[in-house]
């Protein structure tokens, strides 16, 4: 993992990154967020990301954000979950992340809204994660049940979608990758027709294709090498 000093010069070109791409794109640069994903970093990357400006910090793994957020030090971060949830990992998942991005399947939909439920949470926020790509090894579902899973979570009585969120083609080729991020801005305005709803939130994009993210319209983007450096080897203390 980087020093500190590396870090904010690294969050200082990501920055320049995206506000270059919001202008080529016509948009106002406080219309993208960026997230920090300290997944498998200790919790003083947390920490350094929060003092850079940061307001969210993205996690994959249930249990590493578990033991990891009361170990950072400095407050004032959203955290979220943006890795696969298993059901059996639900209720700590509740208990632990601000929201939720990878709701994938109306199973999931039943278990979190029960969770909430017993928990006291009323619009809990979630993201609906597609697999826009149709790509097997990525997780979410598929865009055709897209519609179904949505009402899903607009008929629970405790959870809050909020928009959409997808994983960019693994390519170099830039229209194949700007395709993913199209087709879930095409579906996100279908649904909001079809639903009658506002889901303003499309996360999609990282450190290699953001550019081409936010031209398509994505609101937050999820970089995590690009600002701490390669993986570390954060384990659980227990």
Not at 65 to 80: C, D, I, S, T
């Amino acid at each position: 993992m980087h020093n500190q000093k590396q870090f904010l010069i690294q969050l200082n070109q990501i920055r320049q990154r995206i506000n270059t791409a919001c202008v080529r794109s016509g948009r106002k640069a406080d219309e993208v967020s960026l997230m920090a994903v300290t997944k498998t970093h200790p919790a003083e990357a947390v920490d350094w990301a929060i003092a850079g400006g940061l307001s969210r910090i993205g996690e994959n793994r249930v249990q590493e954000g578990a033991g990891k957020r009361p170990q950072a030090k400095v407050p004032g971060a959203l955290w979220e979950l943006i890795g696969p949830l298993q059901s059996n990992k639900a209720r700590l998942a509740v208990s632990t992340f601000d929201r939720i991005q990878t709701v994938d399947r109306p199973k999931l939909v039943k278990v979190l809204d029960r969770i909430c439920a017993e928990e006291g949470k009323s619009d809990y926020p979630v993201l609906m994660q597609v697999n826009v790509g149709k790509d097997p090894a990525k997780h979410g579902c598929s865009g055709p049940d897209a519609q179904s899973l949505a009402e899903a979570i607009l008929s629970s009585e405790h959870l809050k979608l909020e928009g959409l969120m997808t994983i960019g083609a693994l390519s170099e080729d830039e229209k194949t990758v700007r395709s993913t991020f199209s087709l879930l801005r095409d579906l996100r305005d279908e649904l909001q027709a079809a639903l009658g709803c506002q889901l303003p939130e499309l996360s999609m994009g990282m450190t290699g294709d953001l550019e081409w993210a936010i031209e398509e319209g994505s609101t937050l983007i999820r970089v995590g090498t690009a600002l701490y450096g390669d993986r570390g080897t954060y384990h659980l203390s227990s």
